[in-house]
């Protein structure tokens, strides 16, 4: 088909009445692309408007306000003034804990035969 096309040339094309149709839905594609383009703007104005139209031609009526003090009740100030750069208040640290055995104390001299420790292994 391509070959066909190639071999044809462009004024053969023309008498064929293969380029009208490309044009046609060139023009389609642009007057679909500008169409929406216009709705959209034109909703888009509606959008807007409309609600702020219609908030000023509804100011007969004012809505009664609400005091504040009515819901939330006045809280007490609070005056504490903290200086950051103090140093911290000294506090005595916890006593230790006393152990409650002591561990042997290691040898001055190493001895010559491993003794088994404490711990038992069941093999």
Request: charged share 15%.
């Amino acid at each position: 088909m391509s070959v066909r096309r190639i071999a044809l040339g462009g004024a053969a094309q023309q008498e064929l009445g293969r380029d009208k149709p490309r044009r046609q839905r060139l023009g389609l594609m642009f007057l679909l692309s500008l169409g929406t383009g216009g709705v959209a703007g034109i909703l888009a104005f509606i959008i807007i408007w409309v609600p702020t139209l219609y908030a000023l031609a509804n100011t007969a009526a004012p809505v009664p306000q609400l005091a504040a003090k009515t819901l939330f009740p006045p809280a007490a100030a609070i005056h504490n003034t903290v200086n950051v750069y103090d140093p911290p208040v000294y506090r005595a640290p916890a006593p230790a804990a006393k152990p409650t055995q002591a561990s042997p104390s290691p040898s001055a001299r190493p001895s010559r035969s491993p003794r088994p420790s404490g711990t038992p292994q069941d093999n």
